[in-house]
């Protein structure tokens, strides 16, 4: 993916290094990286690559500086958590729902609210699309678990404190 | 009623930062026996000493505790300065009051006092202390060299031509090791061979050397002065003595397609074959695993084409016994290979790099012979895989070294170098190619090594990017390096006709457990360990074992021709003395108690205990005793604990000398 | 023999063409799945992204049922989820996450429960017996195992087959008489879960998978992953669509291919309900 990125992995790690995280967090490339882990297993330092990439994708949504451009990425993963949360597994159809609506008020685009629709029926015929949504059906234990670990993550340092080398 | 004198020292600030030594010294005055307490900013100092021998001649001092630093340290400098104002230097003795106390603990009060206890400690202990007298060894003036490549050759000539007597052994059948096959060397690019071979040629006809090729050490016995080793000569099939080289038996030998060891693989070579045309010596060895005599009893065309009937298939393997006095080892190196997975090897990986699947990704070694004039190629560079000459070539460093996570941590020292030098064989070669290079640094400390590296890059174009290359692909007959040049922060993929991987050095394999038989440390690589990093760099911890070469940590040509000529001056060192000296810190078994139980005997590390008869003046047998060899006791103490009868002894650590520290205590 | 199996969502979902293809599968080969009841997400890449906690959370919860349900092995067919299961249970085994994820998931826990990815329970099946029950050897088939990103990765976490070189899959097909061929893509990433969010990266990334394949000569791809197989067998149609060139390239789960090799038919397997269909 390096070649699409704004920054690439060693330059964000540089920066962090370099205490200028808050540069890091509001790079388009966190939201490009695909979690492949191929930088944490080749790293010859045994850095944890991917895992910075999550800690710098956790505080640029909490400090509220998610890159705009990528917005679409990271709302779909905050629609897919909140529909996790409701049912406890997810329903694909309720989640692209969900998604499709969010990101048309953002960018008002009739195809992109259509694209994938055109595959529903070809789903449908496979088997592959379910109206009726899974839940599990202790669903308040699922609802107390992601309170907690929300309440565990706020406090977390910022990066906004680390010092300048500007 | 004894004498004691008891010296304080300052260490400067390192010790009376935090001990109160003025409090220490006049403490001990008080001590029965002390006759002077003195405090002294530098007890190891030419006025320090002055002082202690004063101090001897003036007080008739027969005891004397200087309180300062660790033993390692200054015990021999102290017990020589006793010696030379007349009082046996096993009369003196050590506290040691900075690593053990100043330098670990902040409080003064209680650093004080806990330095006072163990100036008492010691102080009880020298009220025991006997004069002893260093033992005497006789010293056998031989010298063991393990290993026959140019570390192993430079310690072995410069000890023949002092004049003494050197058994040198090499595991394979030509000594040479890998300088033989590297094409040129850095920092100059004269051929490696024009300068090894007469070397190798001097070591062949030296009147002082004695030669084992294709031998390996079995087992090492006895002391520094006198080891007692048994020399494995496996079996070549080929009686050296009676060929004459002429080649007969190799040129007819249909079994031709075996994998050239000295060529890394590259080229081919007979069942029965010389390494290398050079080789020393000059003479035939045969692969009894690729020998169709050997393996189906068939053939045997070499036999009859013999007119010097060297040829023996019926050749085993022969134990040889030498007996030397000191032992160098020189057992240089290998490269990671990136295709072994042992099982309990902490390092593997690089799988990415397609290493033993792609033919065209090749090792550096490899590259040597691939540039080598007596190479496979005979000096043209040529991918493997199909023949073509390569128009881009990309060297990638540090594959292994600097790679925590592989498990080798450390720089191997020499790759920048030879990387450099490769771009250089190649752009000498092949004009119109081009050669990359992927580094993570490039280091070049020594003369004129990074004038050489700029050279590379300047006027041979060799093209550098700073950053790793993450795999190598193989499409449409060509390698895609797929890397980063992480100073224009660029992705790049280069499509190469062959790589060229500059694998990490490791030990050669099997040092371990040679190390083993010598009773040498080794570090977790399998490096072998220095006695000390910087002051005792080619002695080892097991006396009269010296280490020279890549064999004790990586380290390119010129370093390891100077290693080795010190460890050759170590070894004349000791040859110059008319005797050797042992600490005389050794057990002592009271016959007339010694029960003859011999527990001692099967607790010794060291074989050093024996039985021996008890006779009447008639020369009748009444009973067994134990009795120690003092040649072979190291005073490790085993059988001091270990005897029911307390019949056993340590000479400089008596039980009443012991006893006495644990009581000063109460 | 009997196992715990975690579907997880996907093979609950639009993937259940490989739940259907695991299952009857394993049957074939005498292995009963029984499955973990009230099982929920794993987090997935939404859980790890953004909140690091629920990322350890949801599997550590779906670790203590097994552990309460009995079941010593557990099977995540999905790699994203036995990622996230093993993942959870490697860091249970520090005390202080241990007690603080116990009260979050709100029942006892241990690290004790073993997380098995499909391959590994096949590999649980000697080879003698595959063999033994082949009826349809796999002749002319040339697939291209795909292993993508978390069968093998991290490392430290999965610890299965060589990250870089893995030859698994392989070694299971050759024994069903296929001859898989040798690529550079097996552990490339096809763009994984950015399939509605970023869909250019996985079109593009998954567009390099396919040309791999074919161009190292493969007649199919061979994957053990829900994910994979909808960027690479869904979206296929999206892809041609920007490359006419490139050929239709079937996509197959690893059972599909073990399960016709021991003689199941393509409805028995689901692969009637795959998008790329040939001959």
Same mark, same amino acid.
């Given at each position: 993916?390096?070649?699409?990125?704004?920054?690439?992995?060693?330059?964000?790690?540089?920066?962090?290094?370099?205490?200028?995280?808050?540069?890091?967090?509001?790079?388009?490339?966190?939201?490009?990286?695909?979690?492949?882990?191929?930088?944490?297993?080749?790293?010859?330092?045994?850095?944890?690559?991917?895992?910075?990439?999550?800690?710098?994708?956790?505080?640029?949504?909490?400090?509220?500086?998610?890159?705009?451009?990528?917005?679409?990425?990271?709302?779909?993963?905050?629609?897919?958590?909140?529909?996790?949360?409701?049912?406890?597994?997810?329903?694909?159809?309720?989640?692209?729902?969900?998604?499709?609506?969010?990101?048309?008020?953002?960018?008002?685009?009739?195809?992109?609210?259509?694209?994938?629709?055109?595959?529903?029926?070809?789903?449908?015929?496979?088997?592959?699309?379910?109206?009726?949504?899974?839940?599990?059906?202790?669903?308040?234990?699922?609802?107390?678990?992601?309170?907690?670990?929300?309440?565990?993550?706020?406090?977390?340092?910022?990066?906004?404190?680390?010092?300048?080398?500007? | 009623?004894?004498?004691?004198?008891?010296?304080?020292?300052?260490?400067?600030?390192?010790?009376?930062?935090?001990?109160?030594?003025?409090?220490?010294?006049?403490?001990?005055?008080?001590?029965?026996?002390?006759?002077?307490?003195?405090?002294?900013?530098?007890?190891?100092?030419?006025?320090?000493?002055?002082?202690?021998?004063?101090?001897?001649?003036?007080?008739?001092?027969?005891?004397?505790?200087?309180?300062?630093?660790?033993?390692?340290?200054?015990?021999?400098?102290?017990?020589?300065?006793?010696?030379?104002?007349?009082?046996?230097?096993?009369?003196?003795?050590?506290?040691?009051?900075?690593?053990?106390?100043?330098?670990?603990?902040?409080?003064?009060?209680?650093?004080?006092?806990?330095?006072?206890?163990?100036?008492?400690?010691?102080?009880?202990?020298?009220?025991?202390?006997?004069?002893?007298?260093?033992?005497?060894?006789?010293?056998?003036?031989?010298?063991?060299?393990?290993?026959?490549?140019?570390?192993?050759?430079?310690?072995?000539?410069?000890?023949?031509?002092?004049?003494?007597?050197?058994?040198?052994?090499?595991?394979?059948?030509?000594?040479?090791?890998?300088?033989?096959?590297?094409?040129?060397?850095?920092?100059?690019?004269?051929?490696?061979?024009?300068?090894?071979?007469?070397?190798?040629?001097?070591?062949?006809?030296?009147?002082?050397?004695?030669?084992?090729?294709?031998?390996?050490?079995?087992?090492?016995?006895?002391?520094?002065?006198?080891?007692?080793?048994?020399?494995?000569?496996?079996?070549?099939?080929?009686?050296?003595?009676?060929?004459?080289?002429?080649?007969?038996?190799?040129?007819?030998?249909?079994?031709?397609?075996?994998?050239?060891?000295?060529?890394?693989?590259?080229?081919?070579?007979?069942?029965?074959?010389?390494?290398?045309?050079?080789?020393?010596?000059?003479?035939?060895?045969?692969?009894?695993?690729?020998?169709?005599?050997?393996?189906?009893?068939?053939?045997?065309?070499?036999?009859?084409?013999?007119?010097?009937?060297?040829?023996?298939?019926?050749?085993?393997?022969?134990?040889?016994?030498?007996?030397?006095?000191?032992?160098?080892?020189?057992?240089?190196?290998?490269?990671?290979?990136?295709?072994?997975?042992?099982?309990?090897?902490?390092?593997?990986?690089?799988?990415?790099?397609?290493?033993?699947?792609?033919?065209?990704?090749?090792?550096?070694?490899?590259?040597?012979?691939?540039?080598?004039?007596?190479?496979?190629?005979?000096?043209?560079?040529?991918?493997?895989?199909?023949?073509?000459?390569?128009?881009?070539?990309?060297?990638?460093?540090?594959?292994?070294?600097?790679?925590?996570?592989?498990?080798?941590?450390?720089?191997?020292?020499?790759?920048?170098?030879?990387?450099?030098?490769?771009?250089?064989?190649?752009?000498?070669?092949?004009?119109?190619?081009?050669?990359?290079?992927?580094?993570?640094?490039?280091?070049?400390?020594?003369?004129?090594?990074?004038?050489?590296?700029?050279?590379?890059?300047?006027?041979?174009?060799?093209?550098?990017?700073?950053?790793?290359?993450?795999?190598?692909?193989?499409?449409?007959?060509?390698?895609?390096?797929?890397?980063?040049?992480?100073?224009?922060?660029?992705?790049?993929?280069?499509?190469?006709?062959?790589?060229?991987?500059?694998?990490?050095?490791?030990?050669?394999?099997?040092?371990?457990?040679?190390?083993?038989?010598?009773?040498?440390?080794?570090?977790?690589?399998?490096?072998?360990?220095?006695?000390?990093?910087?002051?005792?760099?080619?002695?080892?911890?097991?006396?009269?074992?010296?280490?020279?070469?890549?064999?004790?940590?990586?380290?390119?040509?010129?370093?390891?021709?100077?290693?080795?000529?010190?460890?050759?001056?170590?070894?004349?060192?000791?040859?110059?003395?008319?005797?050797?000296?042992?600490?005389?810190?050794?057990?002592?078994?009271?016959?007339?108690?010694?029960?003859?139980?011999?527990?001692?005997?099967?607790?010794?590390?060291?074989?050093?205990?024996?039985?021996?008869?008890?006779?009447?003046?008639?020369?009748?047998?009444?009973?067994?005793?134990?009795?120690?060899?003092?040649?072979?006791?190291?005073?490790?103490?085993?059988?001091?604990?270990?005897?029911?009868?307390?019949?056993?002894?340590?000479?400089?650590?008596?039980?009443?000398?012991?006893?006495?520290?644990?009581?000063?205590?109460? | 023999?009997?196992?715990?199996?975690?579907?997880?969502?996907?093979?609950?979902?639009?993937?259940?063409?490989?739940?259907?293809?695991?299952?009857?599968?394993?049957?074939?080969?005498?292995?009963?799945?029984?499955?973990?009841?009230?099982?929920?997400?794993?987090?997935?890449?939404?859980?790890?992204?953004?909140?690091?906690?629920?990322?350890?959370?949801?599997?550590?919860?779906?670790?203590?049922?097994?552990?309460?349900?009995?079941?010593?092995?557990?099977?995540?067919?999905?790699?994203?989820?036995?990622?996230?299961?093993?993942?959870?249970?490697?860091?249970?085994?520090?005390?202080?996450?241990?007690?603080?994820?116990?009260?979050?998931?709100?029942?006892?826990? !241990? +690290?004790?429960?073993?997380?098995? /990815?499909? *391959?590994? %329970?096949?590999?649980?099946?000697?080879?003698?017996?595959?063999?033994? @029950?082949?009826?349809?050897?796999?002749?002319?088939?040339?697939?291209?195992?795909?292993?993508?990103?978390?069968?093998?990765?991290?490392?430290?976490?999965?610890?299965?087959?060589?990250?870089?070189?893995?030859?698994?899959?392989?070694?299971?097909?050759?024994?069903?008489?296929?001859?898989?061929?040798?690529?550079?893509?097996?552990?490339?990433?096809?763009?994984?879960?950015?399939?509605?969010?970023?869909?250019?990266?996985?079109?593009?990334?998954?567009?390099?998978?396919?040309? !791999? +394949?074919?161009?190292?000569?493969? /007649?199919? *791809?061979? %994957?053990?992953?829900?994910?994979?197989?909808?960027?690479?067998?869904? @979206?296929?149609?999206?892809?041609?669509?920007?490359?006419?060139?490139?050929?239709?390239?079937?996509?197959?789960?690893?059972?599909?291919?073990?399960?016709?090799?021991?003689?199941?038919?393509?409805?028995?397997?689901?692969?009637?309900?795959?998008?790329?269909?040939?001959?």
């Amino acid at each position: 993916m390096g070649h699409h990125m704004d920054l690439l992995p060693h330059q964000l790690i540089r920066l962090v290094q370099l205490g200028q995280g808050a540069r890091a967090i509001r790079a388009d490339a966190i939201w490009q990286c695909v979690s492949c882990q191929t930088c944490t297993s080749r790293c010859p330092q045994t850095v944890d690559c991917a895992a910075v990439m999550d800690a710098l994708r956790q505080m640029a949504v909490e400090n509220g500086v998610a890159a705009p451009a990528q917005k679409r990425t990271w709302t779909f993963q905050q629609a897919f958590l909140q529909n996790v949360r409701r049912n406890g597994r997810l329903s694909e159809l309720e989640l692209i729902g969900v998604f499709k609506t969010r990101s048309f008020a953002d960018d008002w685009s009739v195809p992109g609210l259509w694209k994938d629709s055109l595959l529903a029926p070809q789903l449908l015929r496979r088997g592959k699309l379910h109206l009726m949504s899974e839940k599990v059906r202790d669903r308040g234990v699922v609802r107390r678990i992601f309170q907690r670990c929300e309440e565990t993550t706020a406090g977390q340092p910022s990066l906004e404190s680390g010092g300048s080398h500007e | 009623m004894a004498r004691i004198g008891v010296f304080t020292c300052w260490c400067g600030e390192n010790i009376a930062r935090t001990v109160d030594v003025q409090h220490v010294a006049e403490a001990l005055a008080a001590e029965p026996g002390v006759v002077c307490s003195l405090a002294f900013k530098y007890m190891c100092s030419e006025p320090g000493q002055s002082l202690l021998s004063r101090k001897i001649a003036e007080e008739r001092l027969d005891g004397l505790v200087v309180a300062s630093c660790s033993p390692h340290m200054h015990l021999r400098t102290f017990r020589k300065a006793a010696e030379t104002a007349g009082l046996n230097p096993y009369l003196v003795e050590m506290a040691n009051i900075r690593e053990q106390c100043s330098w670990v603990h902040h409080d003064r009060k209680l650093a004080t006092d806990k330095a006072i206890e163990l100036v008492r400690m010691s102080v009880a202990k020298v009220r025991h202390n006997q004069p002893l007298n260093p033992i005497r060894v006789p010293i056998v003036r031989r010298a063991l060299v393990i290993g026959g490549g140019v570390a192993g050759i430079q310690a072995a000539l410069d000890i023949a031509d002092a004049g003494y007597r050197v058994v040198l052994v090499e595991r394979e059948p030509s000594i040479g090791g890998k300088m033989a096959g590297l094409s040129e060397t850095f920092p100059t690019l004269d051929c490696s061979q024009c300068i090894l071979t007469p070397r190798m040629v001097d070591v062949a006809q030296h009147p002082h050397i004695t030669l084992h090729t294709y031998s390996e050490v079995e087992s090492v016995e006895g002391y520094l002065g006198s080891f007692r080793v048994t020399v494995r000569k496996k079996a070549r099939y080929v009686d050296i003595d009676r060929c004459t080289g002429c080649g007969e038996c190799w040129t007819s030998c249909p079994s031709g397609k075996n994998a050239s060891e000295f060529d890394f693989g590259l080229g081919r070579r007979k069942a029965i074959y010389v390494p290398f045309p050079q080789a020393v010596p000059a003479r035939p060895v045969i692969d009894a695993k690729a020998c169709l005599k050997l393996t189906r009893n068939r053939c045997g065309v070499c036999l009859k084409k013999c007119q010097a009937g060297a040829i023996n298939f019926e050749d085993q393997d022969q134990m040889i016994e030498e007996e030397v006095g000191a032992i160098v080892v020189a057992t240089g190196y290998e490269l990671y290979d990136i295709k072994a997975r042992d099982a309990g090897s902490s390092v593997s990986g690089y799988g990415e790099y397609g290493y033993g699947r792609y033919a065209d990704v090749i090792d550096s070694l490899q590259f040597e012979r691939l540039a080598s004039a007596s190479g496979p190629t005979g000096g043209k560079i040529e991918r493997p895989s199909d023949g073509r000459e390569p128009k881009t070539v990309v060297f990638v460093s540090c594959v292994g070294s600097r790679d925590r996570a592989k498990g080798i941590p450390y720089c191997s020292k020499i790759c920048c170098m030879v990387n450099a030098k490769h771009t250089m064989l190649y752009r000498h070669k092949v004009h119109d190619g081009e050669a990359h290079v992927f580094y993570m640094d490039v280091r070049a400390g020594g003369k004129n090594y990074d004038e050489f590296v700029r050279r590379a890059i300047e006027q041979d174009g060799a093209r550098y990017h700073r950053g790793r290359v993450s795999e190598i692909l193989e499409q449409d007959g060509k390698l895609l390096v797929r890397g980063i040049d992480t100073l224009a922060a660029v992705p790049l993929t280069i499509a190469a006709d062959m790589v060229v991987l500059a694998n990490a050095m490791v030990p050669a394999r099997g040092v371990q457990q040679l190390a083993q038989k010598l009773n040498v440390g080794y570090d977790e690589h399998g490096f072998l360990s220095e006695s000390h990093p910087k002051l005792r760099p080619v002695e080892t911890n097991a006396a009269g074992v010296f280490v020279c070469g890549a064999c004790q940590g990586p380290k390119d040509i010129p370093e390891s021709v100077a290693q080795a000529s010190a460890a050759a001056g170590k070894v004349l060192v000791m040859f110059a003395r008319d005797h050797l000296t042992r600490e005389p810190e050794i057990a002592c078994i009271d016959q007339r108690s010694c029960s003859g139980c011999f527990t001692c005997l099967q607790a010794c590390p060291y074989q050093a205990i024996s039985r021996q008869e008890i006779t009447d003046r008639a020369g009748q047998v009444l009973r067994y005793a134990a009795q120690v060899n003092p040649g072979l006791c190291m005073g490790c103490g085993t059988c001091v604990a270990v005897c029911r009868s307390k019949s056993a002894d340590l000479a400089g650590f008596s039980e009443q000398q012991v006893y006495g520290m644990v009581e000063s205590l109460a | 023999m009997k196992i715990g199996y975690y579907p997880g969502c996907a093979l609950h979902g639009s993937s259940n063409d490989y739940e259907q293809s695991v299952r009857a599968c394993l049957q074939q080969l005498g292995i009963q799945l029984d499955e973990l009841d009230e099982w929920i997400c794993c987090g997935a890449t939404a859980a790890h992204m953004l909140n690091a906690r629920l990322a350890t959370a949801l599997p550590a919860r779906n670790l203590a049922l097994a552990r309460q349900q009995g079941h010593e092995q557990l099977l995540a067919p999905c790699p994203m989820c036995s990622m996230q299961l093993l993942k959870a249970n490697a860091e249970l085994h520090d005390r202080r996450v241990r007690c603080e994820m116990s009260e979050i998931v709100e029942l006892p826990l !241990d +690290a004790s429960v073993q997380v098995l /990815n499909l *391959i590994e %329970v096949l590999q649980q099946v000697s080879c003698e017996e595959i063999r033994h @029950k082949i009826a349809v050897p796999l002749e002319g088939w040339q697939p291209a195992c795909y292993y993508g990103c978390l069968l093998t990765r991290p490392p430290s976490i999965v610890r299965f087959d060589d990250p870089e070189h893995p030859q698994s899959m392989e070694t299971l097909l050759r024994i069903c008489g296929a001859e898989p061929v040798s690529w550079n893509s097996a552990t490339r990433c096809c763009g994984a879960g950015m399939t509605v969010a970023n869909e250019e990266t996985v079109l593009e990334l998954s567009h390099q998978i396919l040309a !791999d +394949a074919h161009a190292h000569g493969a /007649n199919c *791809i061979v %994957v053990a992953c829900p994910m994979c197989h909808v960027n690479l067998d869904m @979206k296929q149609g999206a892809i041609q669509r920007r490359d006419e060139s490139l050929p239709a390239m079937p996509v197959y789960y690893l059972t599909d291919l073990v399960g016709r090799a021991i003689g199941l038919d393509d409805r028995q397997l689901g692969i009637d309900r795959h998008f790329v269909t040939v001959g």
